[in-house]
């Protein structure tokens, strides 16, 4: 891939180019926004890397829509500005300690308002009365669409009386959003397909095409409709901040989103960000996020801005549920049951909110009927459920280098020990000889062995006893036993009962390393679930680890990286989890563990250059131990340790507050 970066630079900006040009000019895009926004990021990528392969007609050189022929441009009263998206929380956190570290004393207070999805425009009113309406264009000038703009219903052309009575007076800007409702779009589409015509592609396109046409007939059939978020005023100090701007926009007779609120914490922000994360869906209009701006506009006005972004406000962006991937290989998983399922390996996405890795193809029939191939560039979604899927392969960017996976002679390559089956019907291959009860026994009697969980009674008789009389139909039944059903059993007594019973109930609190080691996951013995646990610490994490941050850990190969990664991706795993955890097992994540470690209660300091290790890979493992890890010298410091190359201030403060100065060696030897 590396070494293709130019070539794939060049397809990306040539066909994101055709998708822009059936977007904007044919109104007939191909692909969804999400497979283009996807697509242009990794091209964002590849320029951000390699600026100098840049292109002049890249498309993220393209600053809004070109302005076309027909209106007349008119230059903006001051520059209508796009926002920078973030995201995810953290860092809507990281927006607001930026604009902390400009000016410390900026209290948080917000105003945040639901992104509607449709295309910019601002009215200019004079003396409180319509004049003139025009484009965001390339920020500076736009395109003057008044009488377009004229035939939107919910436009009021004259302000209504009000308590702000200077704004009768002057020069007034309104900016907000031309959207199309969902319903009236559907409505349109509904009657275009009834006339066998082709159905409009969404609600924004057909706004921005409705405002673009020369013909202010066609846009007075069109149900379009704006809703206000700004209100300008050459006097600046007649609108203190974005709360009072909105009750403005009310009172003079303007539609805004009633959802809009003022929030004074950013704690309050995520608040907000969660609430309409499925809300939003139910809203009349389409919208893909959240603005979120400081709302004394002073300060706002005072932050400035970055390029074409004002310091002061974010976009807020729910994850996509859609991205695209380069598959880079397709690995086989064999399940619990004996089943075998081929997984997608790619780069990491992200998509809804995760960073995913691998998706699922099922079996070898989903590969056929997709066409995949390793080196496809695919689409992944989430439908729902945790694991991602692919829904199609993009064909237009193969180049001939894609191999084909053959499923059955894979599966004798990587298992060439095992014997696989597919039974008569079936699309599935299984593990020859292990119907399914033989495989839960070994299961089961696996995870409560010695080297398991250690479940006293969860012996082989017992196990099959359990599984035979269908008491134990799934290994997270056994933890849902009754002792009044074992005792129907002929092995069971009173005694033998509630001793299997109190056991079982004694496993429900494992350390993760342990808990790991007994799933019986394919190259996930002791040893390297104890890496497993000191690296993730709990079991969330390592759900959610990515193939390189697997494969980087000391001690793990590709062999395990591909079977945990396999594992976690099989939907009936990640249901047995949810199964224990409802069943009342609580695994012990790594630190809990070790709260109790070598170091533990120990305040520890570090200087020198460290020989085989980073500064930060110590901490952790001093953490890991118990300790606490301090980056500059106290009173109660325990030790200070040194490397190479050691600063004398250092030393001069330990002996000053006689601190134990220990070498790195000597230190890893007793501690770590
Ligand atoms: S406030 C400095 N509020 O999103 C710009 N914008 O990426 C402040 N948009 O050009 C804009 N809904 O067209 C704001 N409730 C809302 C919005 C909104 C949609 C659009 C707007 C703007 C773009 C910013």
Redesign the pocket.
């Not at 209508?80 to 926002?83: A, E, N, V």
């Given at each position: 891939m590396t070494e293709n970066y130019k070539d794939r630079y060049k397809y990306l900006v040539q066909i994101l180019n055709q998708y822009s040009f059936e977007y904007h000019t044919l109104d007939k895009p191909s692909v969804s926004d999400a497979i283009y926004d996807s697509l242009f990021s990794e091209l964002k990528k590849i320029e951000e890397k390699n600026p100098e392969i840049i292109s002049p007609n890249s498309p993220s050189r393209r600053v809004g829509n070109a302005i076309s022929g027909g209106f007349n441009k008119v230059a903006h009263s001051s520059r209508?500005?796009?926002?920078n998206d973030v995201f995810n929380y953290s860092e809507v956190t990281q927006w607001f300690e930026r604009i902390l570290k400009i000016n410390k004393s900026i209290e948080p207070v917000f105003f945040a308002?639901?992104?509607?999805d449709g295309l910019?425009c601002s009215l200019i009113y004079q003396d409180g009365e319509f004049q003139q309406a025009v484009t965001?264009g390339d920020s500076f000038i736009g395109e003057d669409v008044t009488s377009n703009v004229r035939t939107i219903k919910n436009i009021p052309f004259f302000f209504n009386d009000n308590e702000y009575s200077f704004l009768k007076s002057g020069r007034t800007e309104i900016r907000g959003?031309i959207v199309i409702l969902k319903k009236d779009f559907e409505k349109i589409n509904d009657s275009r397909l009834l006339q066998g015509e082709t159905p409009f592609a969404n609600p924004r396109n057909l706004a921005a095409g409705t405002i673009r046409q020369l013909d202010p007939k066609i846009a007075s059939k069109r149900p379009l409709r704006f809703i206000a978020?700004?209100i300008l005023r050459e006097n600046k100090d007649e609108i203190r901040t974005n709360e009072v701007a909105y009750n403005m926009l009310t009172s003079i007779g303007f539609e805004r989103?009633r959802q809009a609120s003022k929030i004074s914490s950013v704690k309050e922000v995520v608040d907000f960000i969660e609430y309409w994360s499925e809300r939003r869906k139910e809203l009349d209009f389409n919208t893909d996020g959240l603005?979120v701006?400081i709302n004394d506009r002073n300060i706002f006005d005072n932050l400035g801005i970055v390029g074409k972004q004002?310091r002061g406000?974010i976009?807020f962006k729910y994850a996509p549920e859609e991205a695209t991937a380069v598959v880079e290989d397709i690995i086989i998983s064999i399940g619990r049951t004996g089943a075998t399922t081929p997984v997608a390996v790619f780069e990491p996405v992200q998509l809804a909110g995760t960073t995913v890795k691998h998706a699922s193809l099922h079996n070898s029939d989903e590969i056929d009927r997709l066409d995949v191939r390793i080196g496809d560039t695919v689409v992944v979604y989430k439908a729902g459920d945790i694991i991602p899927k692919i829904s199609k392969v993009l064909f237009e960017f193969r180049n001939g280098k894609e191999k084909k996976f053959n499923f059955e002679e894979e599966l004798k390559n990587k298992f060439p020990n095992e014997e696989f089956y597919r039974p008569k019907g079936e699309v599935v291959y299984r593990l020859k000889n292990s119907d399914s009860s033989i495989l839960l026994k070994k299961n089961i009697i696996f995870y409560a062995s010695k080297s398991g969980l250690d479940i006293e009674g969860l012996g082989e008789k017992n196990v099959n006893a359990l599984v035979d009389s269908g008491l134990v139909k799934e290994l997270s039944d056994i933890y849902d036993l009754k002792k009044e059903e074992i005792l129907k059993l002929e092995r069971f007594g009173e005694i033998s009962a509630n001793n299997l019973i109190n056991a079982i109930e004694k496993s429900k609190n494992p350390t993760l390393e342990r808990f790991l080691a007994s799933l019986g996951v394919r190259y996930i013995g002791n040893e390297t679930a104890k890496l497993f646990a000191k690296e993730f610490e709990t079991i969330e994490k390592i759900k959610k680890a990515s193939y390189d941050e697997i494969i980087n850990i000391k001690g793990i190969g590709e062999k395990a990286t591909e079977s945990i990664l396999a594992w976690f991706s099989e939907q009936e795993n990640i249901e047995l989890l949810e199964k224990l955890e409802q069943l009342g097992v609580v695994v012990k994540s790594f630190s809990q563990e070790n709260k109790q470690g070598s170091l533990a209660g120990k305040k520890i300091v570090i200087t020198g250059t460290l020989k085989d290790i980073s500064r930060e890979e110590f901490a952790k493992q001093i953490v890991e131990n118990g300790g606490e890890f301090q980056k500059t010298i106290t009173k109660d410091t325990d030790y200070l340790v040194i490397g190479a190359k050691v600063g004398s201030s250092k030393l001069a403060k330990a002996q000053k507050y006689s601190v134990a100065i220990i070498d790195e060696d000597k230190f890893r030897a007793n501690f770590l």
């Open positions: 209508m500005l796009s926002l308002d639901i992104k509607m910019a965001r959003e978020y700004d989103n603005v701006k004002p406000a976009a």
